[in-house]
Structures are given as C-alpha cells and as structure tokens.
C-alpha cells in the first residue's frame, strides 16, 4: 500500500496539477477538483494511518481505500477530461493499488470496473456534447447513436480501457512474483 502512496499518488496529484495549470478550466472545476482530491487525501490518509488500529479490518480498509480511488478517479475524469486528455491515467491507480494486496480475479473485476465507469464516462460525454445547444437539439436516442457512431473516439477509449486491464494484471503478476522470490529465499 505503501508503494502506491509514493508513485501513483504524486504522480495523480502531478497529472492533476497540471491540467488544472496548463488548461486552465473554469473556477468552478477548478475549485471542484481541488476540493475532491484533499478530501480523497484526507479520507486516504487517515484509513492509511489507522489500518493497524483496526487490524481486524485492515483487509477491509484496504479495500475501501482502493474504491474510493476508483470513485475519486472517475469525478475528476468527469470534471477535467473536457481539458486534458491524459487524465484517463487516473483510472490505473485503483487496479494498481488492488494488485498490490488482493486476488487476480479482484484485480480483474476492479480493473474491469475502472474501465468500465471510464468508458461510461466517455459516453455520457459523448451524447451530452450531441445534445447540446449547437446541435439543434437531438434527442437522447439521436445523441446516443451519434455518439456510437463517432468510432474514433471509441476505440481510443477502448484502448485506454484494455490498458487498465493488462497493465493491473501485469501489476498484480508482478507483486505475486516478488512475494514468490521473498518466500524462496527464507
């Protein structure tokens, strides 16, 4: 848990920063970002520092703090990837955190869940940009189908999502091999 702490959340907190200060979105989103991501940070940092209070629950802690990643990810995809494409990257923290401590199958099902909500997002995105105010005001089944038809930016998402899933199943193949070498050389 600790390993994730020291990358992916500089590097989320860099990727942030970053699009808030080279695309300068509005005050509002602005605001709303930094808002989600210190109470995240917040939230994170005291279930990171009472888990062993709780030993009980550590297992369940962990897995709170991994959905509210997942969670925390997809409202700030929702609020900056209008401004900055790479926030996607977003999405690979929750299944990275998820491969350092549960099951391959909860890796996969978290990592399927991240792309999922991610290319939801796209979509909702998609048919809301149809429906509005230059389209001429199509209706939602319209602006759906006009999303599905923009192919492009469905198989980007697509390939942004099959990422999540590969490089969170490449993660966990990882941690359970160094588990493997340390319990070898005991």
Do not use: C
């Not at 409202?75 to 391959?104: E, G, N, Q, R, V």
């Not at 899933?165 to 005991?186: G, H, P, Q, V, Y």
């Amino acid at each position: 848990m600790h390993i994730l702490n020291y990358y992916f959340t500089p590097f989320a907190v860099i990727l942030i920063f970053f699009a808030i200060f080279f695309s300068e979105p509005e005050r509002s989103v602005t605001y709303a970002s930094f808002g989600i991501l210190a109470a995240a940070f917040a939230a994170t940092w005291w279930l990171g520092r009472n888990v062993y209070r709780f030993m009980r629950w550590s297992r369940h802690i962990r897995a709170v703090t991994v959905w509210i990643n997942l969670i925390v990810s997809a409202a700030l995809f929702y609020l900056l990837s209008s401004y900055w494409a790479p926030i996607w990257l977003l999405f690979l923290t929750a299944p990275a955190a998820s491969a350092m401590y549960m099951k391959k199958w909860q890796v996969f099902a978290t990592a399927a869940a991240s792309s999922a909500i991610m290319m939801g997002l796209y979509l909702y995105k998609g048919v809301a940009f149809a429906m509005g105010e230059e389209s001429g005001g199509l209706t939602p089944a319209a602006a759906l189908k006009q999303a599905l038809e923009n192919t492009q930016l469905l198989g980007m998402a697509a390939t942004q999502a099959v990422f999540i899933i590969f490089f969170s199943m490449f993660t966990a193949a990882m941690a359970e091999m160094i588990l493997k070498a340390r319990d070898s050389n005991r």
